[in-house]
C-alpha cells in the first residue's frame, strides 16, 4: 500500500467522488429501484433493447445511463433519460446519509489550505443541494464538476477529472482523487491523479483492489487523521 502520508505530502487539491466518499446518497432512496424504474422508462419508450440483460439488471442508475449513450449517443431521447435520474437524485438527497467523518475531512483540508473539488457522475445541482444543507458549498465554490450533456464521459472516463484539474489549475500530479468504486479508480489513473480507495466493507475493498488502486482505507477518519496531523503542525 502506498502511503497516505507520502500522498497528501504532494497533494495541493483533493477531488472527491461525491457518492460514497462524501455521503450515501441512495442510503433511503434505493439506487436499485432508481435503476430499476429508468428501465422501465426505456421499456416504455422502446428501447429497452439498448441495455444488455446484465446492464437492465445492475441495479446502478449510472451504468444504465452510460450503456444507453454509449448504444445510442445521438439519441433525442437520452437527455429525457438522464432527466428522469436527475429527478431521483434530487429526491434521494433529502434522505441521503452523510459519510462518516466526510464533513470533518472536507473542512479540515480546507483549513490545511488545499484545494477542493468533486468529480462525480451524479448531477451537479444534486451535489450542490446536498453540500449547501450542510453548510459545505463554501468549501467547494464552482469546482464541482456532475456529468454533462456529454453523457458517454461518464467516469471511468476522466473527463470530470480534467474539467476540475482546469478549473483549479492544478497539475495532475499535484492532486489527489479520493473515490469508491472501480471507475473512480480507473478515471483517475487515465487522469494521471494519484488515488485514494474508500471502501465500507469487504466487497468493495477487493472490487477496487481489482481495479488496480494500491492505497485503500476503511473510514474517512484514515485521511482526517493525516490532515489533522498537518493542521497541528502548523
Given at each position: 500500500m502506498a502511503d497516505l502520508r507520502e500522498l497528501f505530502d504532494s497533494t495541493t487539491c483533493v477531488l472527491f467522488d461525491f457518492d460514497g466518499p462524501v455521503c450515501r446518497l441512495f442510503a433511503g432512496y434505493p439506487a436499485d429501484g432508481v435503476a430499476a424504474d429508468l428501465v422501465s422508462w426505456l421499456r416504455r419508450q422502446g428501447r429497452e433493447g439498448l441495455l444488455t440483460g446484465d446492464e437492465a439488471r445492475s441495479g446502478d442508475p449510472h451504468a444504465v445511463l452510460r450503456a444507453v449513450a454509449l448504444a445510442a449517443p445521438d439519441s433525442g431521447f437520452l437527455a429525457e433519460l438522464e432527466a428522469e435520474l436527475t429527478e431521483h437524485e434530487l429526491?434521494?438527497?433529502d434522505t441521503a446519509e452523510?459519510?462518516?467523518?466526510?464533513?470533518?475531512?472536507?473542512?479540515?483540508?480546507?483549513?490545511a489550505g488545499r484545494g477542493l473539488a468533486i468529480t462525480t457522475n451524479n448531477s451537479a445541482p444534486v451535489v450542490a443541494r446536498y453540500l449547501t444543507a450542510r453548510g459545505l458549498i463554501d468549501c467547494f465554490g464552482h469546482h464541482i464538476h456532475g456529468r454533462t450533456r456529454d453523457l458517454h464521459r461518464l467516469k471511468p472516463d476522466p473527463d470530470c477529472l480534467l474539467r476540475a484539474l482546469?478549473?483549479?489549475?492544478?497539475?495532475?500530479?499535484?492532486?489527489?482523487m479520493i473515490g469508491d468504486t472501480p471507475a473512480d479508480c480507473v478515471a483517475a489513473r487515465k487522469a494521471g491523479v494519484p488515488f485514494v480507495g474508500y471502501a465500507r466493507?469487504?466487497?468493495?475493498r477487493n472490487l477496487l483492489l481489482g481495479a488496480g488502486a494500491t492505497t485503500v482505507v476503511p473510514s474517512m477518519k484514515s485521511?482526517?487523521?493525516?490532515?489533522?496531523?498537518?493542521?497541528e503542525a502548523q
Open positions: 429526491r434521494a438527497t452523510p459519510t462518516q467523518y466526510a464533513d470533518e475531512l472536507i473542512l479540515a483540508l480546507r483549513s482546469d478549473s483549479t489549475g492544478v497539475a495532475a500530479g499535484r492532486a489527489l466493507n469487504q466487497r468493495k485521511v482526517l487523521m493525516v490532515v489533522g496531523s498537518d493542521l
